[in-house]
């Protein structure tokens, strides 16, 4: 059905339908992203006009990556009712073609936009992620108001006698640079023997680098230094690892960020998470596209059932929270990262056939 020419019509409405659905939800994310880029950054120095829009436009692949399992469902419905509407899909029935020989097209059109994410929105959005992170960061240092990060690096290291924590209010380079450093020097009996306060640490080969530190140790005057050298043992490779964000990794390098994960003994549920939930997209937009199907195929010479309509967009959405609860299971150890992407997805395709199954086959 897929190669005839009926089947390349309908190929063509899906994938046209789909070209401008991405436009518009893109043209949207950008225009509310950059309102609220522009009034959360406004004030800091550096700031410009034109490096909003870049940051923005860097943003949102990565916010559409998300939007499309929703969006997916829509363009399903809307080829469908259109289709349905201008009778077309009442010749087709006519000729003798079955259900699932016309919705082949719209299947392998939603798969194709699963694959176009995996290998071209989610590294643009991976890059764009990163960059506009460490822009934004820049923007902030040089007004020096530093945003606290959503997750805070506290690490430990023990480098010869010496026992220190180290930890910062954000960081870029991958972790190898915190900002607004505080470290904490234990003794044997785990007592804090110094303090030191600094604008920034830079992870070097064999130390840490602060910079503009101030010393504070137990009944001492605090002491300003313009750089201290710490010494660790720690790898740049390890603190990359374990700070590691996985929306800031692109598909192609999740594989490699796991194994160097592992090796270091470092936990990779998320990223393997991750890395499951990309690559069970393409069959997520399939599972959307069917439950599409269930509620648009019936004929109405006026309008589509509203109560059908509504519930295949509620089936949509409680298909994609749970995909994202689910998938916030799996990424924090609970559920095996494997199961908590697969489960969910599976089952909503096998429900969306079967129900497609008894609608037009009894």
Same mark, same amino acid.
């Given at each position: 059905m897929i190669f005839s020419t009926l089947g390349r019509y309908f190929f063509k409405r899906y994938i046209i339908t789909a070209f401008w659905f991405l436009l518009g939800v893109s043209a949207i994310i950008f225009l509310a992203d950059f309102s609220e880029t522009s009034r959360r950054l406004s004030g800091l120095t550096g700031y410009t006009v034109y490096g909003a829009l870049a940051m923005t436009a860097m943003r949102v692949p990565q916010i559409l990556q998300q939007v499309i399992p929703t969006l997916s469902l829509f363009i399903g419905m809307?080829?469908?009712?259109?289709?349905?509407?201008?009778?077309?899909?009442?010749?087709?029935? &006519? &000729?003798?073609?079955?259900?699932?020989?016309?919705?082949?097209?719209?299947?392998?059109?939603?798969?194709?936009?699963?694959?176009?994410?995996?290998?071209?929105?989610?590294?643009?959005? &991976?890059?764009?992620?990163?960059?506009?992170?460490?822009?934004?960061?820049?923007?902030?240092?040089?007004?020096?108001?530093a945003k606290a990060s959503n997750f805070v690096p506290w690490i430990r290291q023990i480098s010869g006698n010496e026992d220190t924590i180290i930890g910062g209010k954000s960081y870029r380079d991958s972790g190898t640079e915190l900002l607004d450093v505080v470290v904490f020097h234990f003794d044997k009996d785990d007592r804090v023997t110094l303090r030191q306060d600094a604008k920034s640490a830079k992870l070097e080969d064999g130390y840490w680098l602060l910079k503009d530190v101030v010393e504070n140790r137990p009944g001492e005057i605090s002491t300003r230094k313009d750089t201290v050298q710490l010494r660790t043992n720690l790898r740049r490779e390890y603190i990359s690892e374990s700070l590691a964000q996985p929306e800031t990794i692109a598909f192609f390098d999740l594989s490699r960020k796991i194994e160097i994960g592992k090796s270091f003994g470092i936990s990779t549920k998320a990223l393997e998470t991750q890395f499951h939930s990309l690559l069970s997209l393409p069959i997520l937009l399939v599972a959307m596209t069917l439950i599409a199907a269930t509620v648009s195929l019936k004929f109405s010479r006026f309008a589509q059932s509203r109560s059908m309509i509504l519930g295949g967009i509620v089936s949509g959405f409680v298909l994609y929270v749970v995909t994202v609860l689910v998938k916030a299971f799996g990424g924090s150890g609970a559920i095996p990262p494997f199961v908590a992407v697969w489960i969910p997805v599976t089952v909503a395709t096998a429900l969306g056939a079967t129900i497609l199954l008894h609608q037009e086959d009894g």
């Open positions: 809307t080829v469908l009712i259109a289709l349905n509407r201008r009778y077309e899909l009442v010749v087709t029935r &006519a &000729a003798g073609i079955s259900v699932w020989q016309f919705v082949t097209p719209f299947v392998v059109g939603a798969f194709l936009i699963g694959l176009f994410t995996i290998f071209v929105i989610n590294p643009l959005g &991976a890059w764009g992620q990163r960059e506009s992170i460490s822009l934004e960061t820049t923007w902030r240092q040089a007004s020096n108001r």
